[in-house]
Every structure is written in C-alpha cells, then in structure tokens.
C-alpha cells in the first residue's frame, strides 16, 4: 500500500493527478498522488523535523529523521520519501518516532567529530538546530572519534569530513542542478565518505565548475568556504526550487 | 531556613563556565542568601566535602585525578550538574582522542626546537596527573542528573537552572538551548 519515492515525478508523461484524501494527526488532508507525506504535511502546518531532504533537489531517504508512523506500516516510513495514498493513516509526533528521531541524531553527533565551538556553522548549523528541537541534551551513546581529514586543496572550498552527516546534498545538487556530478560517495557502513571525482583532492578536481552550490546546501560545516571563522558561515538554499524550475523549463 | 551547599569545579576546561557564573551579577547576591559555597576555585578547600547538594561540574575528565574527584563527587553529592560543553559533550579537550596521547604530548611538548624533551605524566613515578587516552564528557564516567549547555553556557541559563535545582527540581528537557 505504501509507494516509495517520487519516481513518477520525473515522468516525462504526465499522467493526470488524482487526488487523494489521508489523516495526518487526527486531520483530514488531501494532496495529490504525485505528493510525499512529508509535502502534504507541510501544506498544512504540520512540521516534521528533517535533514536530508531539501526542497528543489531529489528525496532519497538517507537520513531518515522524518520518520513517521503510518498505521498497517510495520516499519516506520521516511515522511520525504513516501508518497501519500488514499486512507492513510499518519501520525508524526508518537513518542515511538520522536524517541528514534532523538537517538538518531544523537548517533550522528557520536559517529563523526562535531566541536561544535570552534565550527564555523555553529549557531547556524541544521544538526545542531534538529538536536535543540529534538531536546537533545547530552549524547547517551560512547562517541567513536574516528581519524578523519580535511581536504583543504581547492583554492576557495574545502570540506572537513569530521562534520559530514553523510546527507548527500552535494551530491544531489551538484548531479541535478550543476550536472557536473564532482561529489559522489565511496566506501559503505562507517567508512563512508564523500569524495570529489574519483577520491581526488579537490583543489585537483577536472569537473567540479567551482559554483558553491555544495557549500551552500551543506547542512552542517562540512563544506565550508576558505577564511570563514567560528560561527560566521550561513548558508542560502532558497535558490535552489526556483534554478530546478528554470532548468526544467529551458 | 537551611542554606544550598553547592560545590562547583573545573576539570579539563578554560574557565570560561566559572566566568560566565560570575556574568549573573547581582543576581549572585540573591543566590548567595540561599547558598552556601563548599568547594569551588575561589573556595580554599582541598578534598571533596561530605553531603553537597548540588555540584557543577566544569570541564571534560581528562586525566586520573580527574576521574577520582569526580568519582568522590558523585559518591558525596545529590544532584550532579555537567556544567557547559566540555562536561556535556567533551568540546575542545576531546579534540586530541582522535589523535591519541603519546603523539598529541610528543606534537606539543617535544617539537623541533624545544628545549623540554620529556613528555609530562608519562614516566611511572610522574608528581603531575596522567592523561587518559580520551578525555571524557562527565556522564560517561558518572551518572550526571543535569546537563547546563553552552560554551560557555549563558549567564540567564545558569541562573535558571541552578534556582531550579535549589528549589529540588532538574529540569531536564523542559529548557530550549542550543546544543553543541
Ligand atoms: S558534505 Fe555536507 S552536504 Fe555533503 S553529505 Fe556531508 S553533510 Fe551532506
Ligand atoms: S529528511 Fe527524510 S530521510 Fe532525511
């Protein structure tokens, strides 16, 4: 009963929309068969935390932070990686999905080495701001300290692999909107990591076409731009829905 | 009625908590009618006292006398507070476990140039603490009953949550601040 991802969407042919009516919370609400629960939501004020996701770039499912529960589901299904259907029952903020969303991110934050004080995300940072919205006040699992580096090669970008949430952002925006597919990830479980071309320094990169837009969909410090100090980087991701919708229409 | 003792300390931090304390001001004097001051840095105490309600513990344990005043601060103390970041999370001083003991003394102690050839508390019969192969947040060596984050964490957070504990209640959860 449960459709995974938005495939349909890149369907060329558009097939005519139905329009489908669920409950989210006790709420009736509709959207149409093209939409993810987590879009529906959204229309009607009903915030899901997310991180991965990103409106203008593909869902993936990567995260799941959004997790939310959906009755005769016997998992718990990502809110951006899955469409709605006629009759479904959905509620967001049982505290079976908010305990998950909690140890989740604290997992992230024990996985990687996130000093947040001297970050130059901090204060600004979306694994931060989810782990203050989730009440996360102290990490209940043993942090890992993993030996990590920091490519600082490309004259103006550089990305510190201590910080990635492993989200594939700059992944997705550089495939989808740049398409110069610079970043892709190697390696599996928690070896993973994001690499330039093909695990080439950065600053020796042959495709990537130095626009930023990594820097910018980075939720974390992760990528950051060169000469940034503690806590000065913001990043911008409101360009993103309307450079997918010029780039659909060219 | 019968004063609050507090103890706070500062293990493996900057003293920035402690100074962010001291930004409540006035407000100080207000608590001081509540509290009585048993163990502190500007407290000339030298063992952890017996029957403390309430200590704020600064800094992340980093070394083996660390862990054995904290250790004898939960056995003496009912409400035990990880006071700002290094405490919480480990922040700066937990910057060196990825790095290990040996090579972050060997970086800093004994690089080209410098005169100082030994690296300090790691011969067996060392005066000086020795360093653990990590430094820790508190709650992974104790039990911790609240958590005051920030680094360092705000004056009005400090406030907040030590009326709170001088009232018998830890707010845990119930207060919004940023993590990290
Ligand atoms: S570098 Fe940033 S955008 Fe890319 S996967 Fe890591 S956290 Fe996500
Ligand atoms: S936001 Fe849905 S899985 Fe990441």
Not at chain 2, 28 to 49: A, C, F, N, Q
Request: charged fraction near 30%.
């Amino acid at each position: 009963m449960v459709a995974h991802l938005n495939r349909k969407r890149r369907d060329p042919v558009r097939t005519r929309r139905k329009v489908k009516t669920l409950k989210i919370n006790g709420l009736d609400v509709s959207g149409t068969d093209e939409q993810t629960i987590l879009e529906v939501a959204r229309e009607n004020d009903i915030s899901i935390p997310t991180l991965c996701t990103l409106e203008g770039l593909s869902n993936i499912g990567a995260c799941r932070i959004c997790l939310v529960e959906v009755e005769g589901a016997r998992r718990l299904l990502p809110a951006c990686a899955t469409l709605i259907d006629e009759g479904m029952v959905v509620k967001t903020k049982t505290p079976r999905v908010v305990e998950y969303r909690r140890k989740l991110v604290e997992l992230l934050f024990a996985e990687k080495n996130h000093y947040c004080a001297v970050c130059v995300s901090n204060g600004h940072c979306e694994l931060q701001q989810l782990a203050e919205d989730l009440g996360v006040d102290h990490i209940r699992y043993p942090y890992v300290y993993p030996e990590l580096n920091v490519d600082a090669t490309h004259a103006e970008l550089g990305v510190d692999h201590n910080r990635c949430v492993l989200c594939q952002r700059c992944v997705r925006v550089c495939d989808e909107l740049e398409g110069a597919h610079t970043w892709d990830m190697m390696d599996r479980g928690e070896n993973t990591r994001v690499v330039t071309d093909m695990h080439q320094n950065w600053g020796e990169s042959k495709t990537c076409t130095e626009c930023g837009k990594c820097v910018q969909v980075c939720p974390t410090g992760a990528l950051f731009k060169k000469g940034s100090a503690v806590g000065e980087l913001e990043k911008e991701t409101e360009f993103l829905p309307y450079l997918k919708v010029m780039r659909e229409e060219q | 009625m019968e004063k609050v003792k507090i103890g706070t300390i500062w293990l493996d931090a900057c003293s920035g908590c402690h100074m962010s304390m001291l930004d409540m001001d006035e407000r100080l004097l207000e608590l001081s009618e509540r509290i009585e001051m048993v163990y502190g840095p500007l407290v000339d105490y030298k063992t952890i006292p017996e029957n403390v309600d309430v200590f704020l513990v600064s800094g992340s344990v980093s070394t083996d006398k660390e862990m054995d005043y904290v250790k004898k601060i939960r056995e003496n103390t009912k409400i035990v507070a990880s006071f700002g970041d290094c405490a919480v999370t480990g922040n700066l001083p937990s910057m060196r476990n990825p790095v290990g003991t040996r090579d972050i003394l060997q970086e800093v102690y004994s690089q080209e140039g410098n005169p100082c050839s030994q690296l300090p508390g790691m011969s067996e019969d060392t005066p000086l603490p020795r360093l653990l192969k990590r430094a820790r947040p508190v709650h992974e060596v104790i039990e911790v009953d609240q958590f005051i984050q920030g680094c360092p964490p705000h004056a009005d957070l400090i406030h907040l949550i030590v009326s709170e504990l001088l009232e018998g209640r830890t707010p845990r959860r119930g207060i919004r601040t940023m993590f990290g």
